[in-house]
């Protein structure tokens, strides 16, 4: 965690909050790849046969990382995304805050 109950976003560091970020996002997108990897067969009719077809030949023919198919760069834009957004947000609360703003 990277704050204890009580303390406020003040006390963090733009490395931490970039990076905390940016693992949120990969964990988050490399949950759903394999997913979003099966539905686009299916939408590009590699798929006419279902879902469940679909998935099974996709493991038995290619093999189970073929569900991670394009994972470096759509882990790599998440990372960075996600990373910025989060940062963002802390520091918009910070700015918030600094106003005069009550507290989250």
């Known amino acids: 965690f990277l704050y204890s109950i009580g303390d406020n976003c003040s006390s963090s560091s733009a490395a931490v909050e970039l990076t905390a970020g940016g693992i949120a996002g990969c964990v988050a997108w490399g949950a759903c790849l394999p997913f979003d990897v099966l539905k686009t067969r299916v939408q590009g009719g590699a798929g006419r046969e279902g879902l469940a077809k679909t998935f099974k030949t ?47």
Not at 64 to 78: D, E, K, M, T, Y
Not at 79 to 88: D, R
């Open 58 to 104: 996709m493991v038995k023919e290619e093999g189970a990382g073929s569900l991670f198919a394009g994972a470096g760069p759509i882990l790599s834009r998440a990372f960075l995304v996600n990373g910025i957004t989060f940062y963002v947000y802390e520091e918009a609360c910070r700015m918030i805050d600094r106003l005069g703003g009550e507290n989250r």
